[in-house]
């Protein structure tokens, strides 16, 4: 009897609509792959992430589907991101002390050890490192 062999490094993903209360499911997913990979102390950071970014998604872009996903791409370092396929590229504003919005990638940013994004011919993906501590 043969087993099948996992490939890549160990991941979750899964594909969403673009609706605000999508957000839960995504920081959910964040939140069983860090505990099951016993790194559930990054767990905080993880959902804050995801949930800026999910809302970017959703605010920044007209795409009807998001694709969540959470990797382990080293023993230290684990990657969250969000796909659409949308064109437009995150940046990261100057805001204001009276801004109520615009702070998200600051958030990102200062939660993460890197973020960043990938583009594709036919859209993106915009994701963030967290570090995993040594043990």
């Known amino acids: 009897m043969t087993r099948p062999a996992a490939v890549g490094p160990p991941g979750y993903t899964e594909t969403l609509s673009c609706e605000p209360e999508m957000a839960r499911r995504a920081r959910r997913l964040v939140t069983v792959a860090l505990n099951t990979w016993g790194i559930g102390e990054l767990t905080d950071a993880g959902t804050l992430i995801v949930s800026e970014l999910v809302s970017n998604a959703i605010r920044h872009t007209s795409c009807r589907l998001i694709r969540v996903s959470v990797r382990r791409v080293t023993d230290d370092l684990v990657r969250i991101g969000v796909t659409d396929k949308s064109h437009a590229l995150p940046t990261m504003d100057r ?13 990102v940013d200062g939660l993460s050890h890197r973020w960043g994004y990938d583009q594709m011919r036919w859209g993106k993906t915009v994701w963030a490192e967290l570090a995993v501590a040594a043990c």
């Open 95 to 107: 805001v204001a002390d009276g801004d109520e919005t615009g702070r998200g990638l600051a958030l």
